[in-house]
């Protein structure tokens, strides 16, 4: 089982309005003890593995499961299907690019610029809310514009890693946290 960290808020401390995210990291070895994760296993997927057997439908791919920590134990949220990640034993950092004015209203068809597709090591750039005009030029054309992804052997390289392919990116108004996997 893979647990990650997901920061949904749109400013750093976790300030302001509440998004689709706005990046995560994997694992999140600071929150996820072995205690908690097997907390989990035994009250939240399990059971929704088996009830999924049992009515016939037995899931391929990769279950996110949104959970919180509460006094009472582990408490799922929410449940997305995801395509099957396999990072093997390297830790993960993604860093949401936004546009200006999200999670509300913001401006499309602004120019992206990017100096290269690949910053450095593991380094993976995933369009959301953009279009290709005509002409060829990448333009904004939603809220969470781009994911960049950074794989590496420590959390804090995939960290810089990622934070190196943002710093490739230009638009105007772009917007990101800085304080990805800091807490």
Do not use: W
Not at 52 to 79: D, S
């Amino acid at each position: 089982m893979l647990a990650a960290q997901d920061h949904k808020r749109i400013f750093e401390h976790d300030l302001g309005p509440s998004t689709g995210g706005m990046g995560c990291y994997a694992p999140p070895i600071k929150l996820a003890s072995p205690a908690v994760l097997a907390a989990i296993k035994k009250s939240i997927l399990r059971p929704t593995f088996e009830g999924l057997r049992q009515e016939g439908n037995p899931f391929v791919g990769m279950l996110f499961t949104g959970i919180m920590l509460t006094k009472k134990g582990p408490k799922a949220l929410e449940y997305n299907a995801r395509f099957d990640v396999d990072m093997g034993d390297k830790y993960c950092a993604v860093v949401i690019i936004s546009a200006a004015g999200y999670p509300g209203s913001y401006p499309k068809g602004d120019r992206i610029e990017m100096e290269n597709r690949h910053a450095s090591g593991d380094v993976l750039f995933f369009h959301a809310g953009t279009s290709l005009e005509d002409d060829g030029t990448l333009v904004t054309a939603g809220g969470r514009v781009l994911a960049v992804s950074a794989t590496a052997e420590t959390l804090e390289q995939a960290v810089r890693d990622a934070y190196q392919g943002v710093s490739t990116v230009k638009f105007e108004g772009m917007h990101y946290r800085t304080d990805i996997a800091y807490r």
